[in-house]
């Protein structure tokens, strides 16, 4: 392709400027500053992420296939044999709230592995290499997360009304449901970007990461009422932002009791502190 | 050292744990200038180069480029870069176009010019034709002139390439220094390049640092390190290659240094990826 003779050669055969084809090239752009470089960035970044999600669409479809067959086997299997106190809502309906917020996760802990990915093919080291903070940086990424995240809870959501699960249609709550599920990604991505600065390689990483997602969703409110689980379990459950991220779901798409200012204030926490951690931990991917 | 050299290294180092890869390293680029940097496997080339792109954290008063401090201003420097590493890094699940635009973007080109900016830096490597195809489909060329094309977007005034020609063939290599040196005229930018093809260093560069176990060996223009070999060696050898000054400088410790697996083993990983 390179050597076609036949393909224009503007750069090599007449010196470009004549033209003025390449003014644009010659004036650095002009720096945004202050405040406005973080949405910028992170914008940028999202957008990458957008881009990527329309050329491998068949990335969505596959990905759709495990929340369908938790909610098909689990949740109808579990509707039948009412084994698990809901407070006298279906099964199915209970649990997909936390269907949602598990495919949000495990989206979100795929990206310690994307950006030690990154760092190897050198997409990272060039991205580092630009007018960038690092906090920017993990923050874009971060927030890509949440976007792929929350193009996944629509699928979710949609395949549960299929189910027959009788989710809140109500504007102002399903925001806020995309809120939580953002904010939620948001952590979770961090926190796995984080052990990637700490492990710096893919195979430790992988192991890690599945070594912590178990935890974390059986350690959660998604599947069951944190009131049956043993003390120390309940214990992690509180610790766990997944647990704040589901009762927020459930009280909104289900209109169950909760507690919507402790569920966002954790999770909102939680995000800030991963964003400050896996930035601070990003420099060691750099070397 | 004077401010207006494009790039300033002063006793510069930089150790990986017990391995000392730049180890008291003194440089200055010219502004305008292509300057090259040779060296044998291991020298030290690349983190020489990662210092001065603030990827590896250095002492401030080491590193100036175009005056600017690569410790203490690290944004106004990256601002200046356009910087293509040693690995072939397109992002391969991307278009040619949204490459580009990526990084038009992390350097604030405002939304009304960034269509035309991007077409401008992909048309300069001629890339307009295959700017909507996957960069997976790209040849080992034509990913190189993208990534030239991503580093062109913002303007740099410092052109920072790592063996830009790396994997390629000789077609493909000779399109990529076309591109450069024609982008160079049109805009004027210095450019600090490394390869180990003594062929392009005599031919494209305007003068060469050989470096060897973390320092600077020899400096001059191609020409200049031939004949000042050439009257050491005294008239009656044939009139030395660029190739026998690089064995000189750099050939007494070549033996027990060898090749780097690392290097070896990212270049087959990019490989590998881009399929
Ligand atoms: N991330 C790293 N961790 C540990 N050692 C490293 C790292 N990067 C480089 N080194 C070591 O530092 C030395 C210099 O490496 P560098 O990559 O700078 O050489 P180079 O001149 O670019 O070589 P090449 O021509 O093979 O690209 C080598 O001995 C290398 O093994
Ligand atoms: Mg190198």
């Given at each position: 392709?390179?050597?076609?003779?036949?393909?224009?050669?503007?750069?090599?055969?007449?010196?470009?400027?004549?033209?003025?084809?390449?003014?644009?090239?010659?004036?650095?752009?002009?720096?945004?500053?202050?405040?406005?470089?973080?949405?910028?960035?992170?914008?940028?970044?999202c957008?990458?992420?957008?881009?990527?999600?329309?050329?491998?669409?068949?990335?969505?479809?596959?990905?759709?296939?495990?929340?369908?067959?938790?909610?098909?086997?689990?949740?109808?299997?579990?509707?039948?044999?009412?084994?698990?106190?809901?407070?006298?809502?279906?099964?199915?309906?209970?649990?997909?709230?936390?269907?949602?917020?598990?495919?949000?996760?495990?989206i979100?802990?795929?990206?310690?592995?994307?950006?030690?990915?990154?760092?190897?093919?050198?997409?990272?080291?060039?991205?580092?290499?630009?007018?960038?903070?690092r906090?920017?940086?993990?923050?874009?990424?971060?927030?890509?997360?949440?976007?792929?995240?929350?193009?996944?809870?629509?699928?979710?959501?949609?395949?549960?009304?299929?189910?027959?699960?009788a989710?809140?249609?109500?504007?102002l709550?399903?925001?806020?449901?995309?809120?939580?599920?953002?904010?939620?990604?948001?952590?979770?991505?961090?926190?796995?970007m984080?052990?990637?600065?700490?492990?710096?390689?893919?195979?430790?990483?992988?192991?890690?990461?599945?070594?912590?997602?178990?935890?974390?969703?059986?350690?959660?409110?998604?599947?069951?009422?944190?009131?049956?689980?043993?003390?120390?379990?309940?214990?992690?459950?509180?610790?766990?932002?997944?647990?704040?991220?589901?009762?927020?779901?459930?009280?909104?798409?289900?209109?169950?009791p909760?507690?919507?200012?402790?569920?966002?204030?954790?999770?909102?926490?939680?995000?800030?502190?991963?964003?400050?951690?896996?930035?601070?931990?990003?420099?060691?991917?750099?070397? | 050292?004077?401010?207006?050299?494009?790039?300033?290294?002063?006793?510069?180092?930089?150790?990986?744990?017990?391995?000392?890869?730049v180890?008291?390293?003194?440089?200055?680029?010219?502004?305008?200038?292509?300057?090259?940097?040779?060296?044998?496997?291991?020298?030290?080339?690349?983190?020489?180069?990662?210092?001065?792109?603030?990827?590896?954290?250095?002492?401030?008063?080491?590193?100036?480029?175009?005056?600017?401090d690569?410790a203490?201003?690290?944004?106004?420097?990256?601002?200046?870069?356009?910087?293509?590493?040693?690995?072939?890094?397109?992002?391969?699940?991307?278009?040619?176009?949204e490459?580009?635009?990526?990084?038009?973007?992390?350097?604030?080109?405002?939304?009304?010019?960034?269509?035309?900016?991007?077409?401008?830096?992909?048309?300069?490597?001629?890339?307009?034709?295959?700017?909507?195809?996957?960069?997976?489909?790209?040849?080992?060329?034509?990913?190189?002139?993208?990534?030239?094309?991503?580093?062109?977007?913002?303007?740099?005034?410092?052109?920072?390439?790592?063996?830009?020609?790396?994997?390629?063939?000789?077609?493909?290599?000779?399109?990529?220094?076309?591109?450069?040196?024609?982008?160079?005229?049109?805009?004027?930018?210095?450019?600090?390049?490394?390869?180990?093809?003594?062929?392009?260093?005599?031919?494209?560069?305007?003068?060469?640092?050989?470096?060897?176990?973390?320092?600077?060996?020899?400096?001059?223009?191609?020409?200049?390190?031939?004949?000042?070999?050439?009257?050491?060696?005294?008239?009656?050898?044939?009139?030395?290659?660029?190739?026998?000054v690089?064995?000189?400088?750099?050939?007494?410790?070549?033996?027990?240094?060898?090749?780097?697996?690392?290097?070896?083993?990212?270049?087959?990983?990019?490989?590998?990826?881009?399929?």
């Amino acid at each position: 392709m390179s050597a076609a003779p036949a393909a224009p050669q503007p750069a090599s055969a007449e010196p470009l400027g004549t033209a003025g084809a390449l003014d644009l090239l010659l004036v650095p752009p002009r720096p945004r500053t202050g405040w406005r470089v973080l949405p910028a960035r992170a914008g940028a970044l999202c957008a990458v992420e957008l881009q990527k999600l329309r050329h491998d669409r068949a990335e969505l479809y596959t990905r759709a296939v495990q929340p369908a067959l938790w909610l098909l086997i689990f949740g109808e299997t579990f509707t039948r044999i009412k084994a698990i106190p809901t407070g006298g809502i279906p099964y199915i309906d209970y649990l997909a709230p936390g269907i949602i917020a598990q495919s949000a996760m495990f989206i979100a802990i795929f990206y310690g592995i994307m950006i030690i990915w990154e760092r190897d093919s050198g997409i990272l080291t060039k991205l580092l290499v630009t007018p960038t903070p690092r906090s920017a940086l993990i923050t874009g990424k971060a927030f890509a997360a949440g976007v792929k995240a929350l193009i996944q809870a629509v699928v979710v959501i949609a395949i549960a009304a299929l189910l027959g699960v009788a989710l809140t249609w109500n504007p102002l709550k399903l925001i806020g449901v995309g809120v939580a599920v953002v904010l939620g990604s948001a952590f979770f991505s961090c926190l796995s970007m984080s052990i990637a600065g700490i492990v710096l390689t893919r195979d430790r990483l992988m192991g890690i990461g599945q070594a912590i997602t178990m935890p974390l969703f059986f350690g959660s409110s998604a599947l069951y009422p944190v009131s049956i689980m043993p003390g120390w379990l309940q214990a992690v459950s509180k610790a766990n932002p997944l647990s704040y991220q589901v009762d927020a779901l459930r009280g909104l798409l289900l209109g169950t009791p909760t507690h919507l200012g402790l569920d966002y204030g954790v999770l909102l926490l939680a995000a800030a502190l991963g964003i400050l951690a896996a930035s601070s931990l990003l420099g060691r991917l750099a070397r | 050292m004077s401010d207006d050299d494009a790039v300033m290294c002063a006793g510069l180092e930089y150790a990986f744990g017990e391995t000392r890869a730049v180890d008291g390293l003194d440089l200055s680029v010219t502004t305008g200038e292509v300057f090259g940097l040779l060296g044998p496997n291991g020298a030290g080339k690349t983190t020489a180069i990662r210092c001065i792109t603030t990827l590896l954290p250095v002492p401030a008063g080491r590193i100036r480029v175009f005056g600017h401090d690569a410790a203490k201003e690290r944004m106004a420097v990256r601002r200046l870069l356009g910087y293509v590493p040693q690995q072939l890094s397109a992002d391969a699940g991307l278009t040619g176009r949204e490459n580009v635009a990526l990084f038009a973007r992390v350097f604030d080109v405002p939304r009304r010019e960034r269509a035309r900016r991007v077409a401008q830096a992909l048309y300069a490597v001629d890339l307009t034709e295959a700017a909507d195809r996957m960069a997976r489909t790209y040849s080992g060329g034509m990913i190189r002139r993208l990534e030239l094309a991503q580093a062109l977007v913002s303007a740099p005034r410092l052109l920072m390439l790592d063996e830009p020609t790396i994997g390629l063939d000789p077609i493909a290599r000779t399109s990529v220094w076309e591109h450069i040196n024609a982008v160079r005229r049109a805009t004027g930018m210095t450019v600090l390049v490394t390869t180990h093809h003594m062929d392009e260093a005599d031919q494209y560069c305007d003068r060469l640092a050989l470096m060897h176990r973390g320092k600077i060996r020899a400096l001059g223009t191609p020409q200049g390190l031939k004949s000042e070999l050439r009257e050491r060696r005294g008239p009656d050898d044939p009139p030395p290659t660029l190739e026998d000054v690089f064995r000189d400088v750099a050939g007494r410790g070549l033996d027990s240094e060898g090749g780097d697996f690392r290097d070896v083993r990212s270049t087959r990983r990019t490989a590998a990826r881009l399929g």
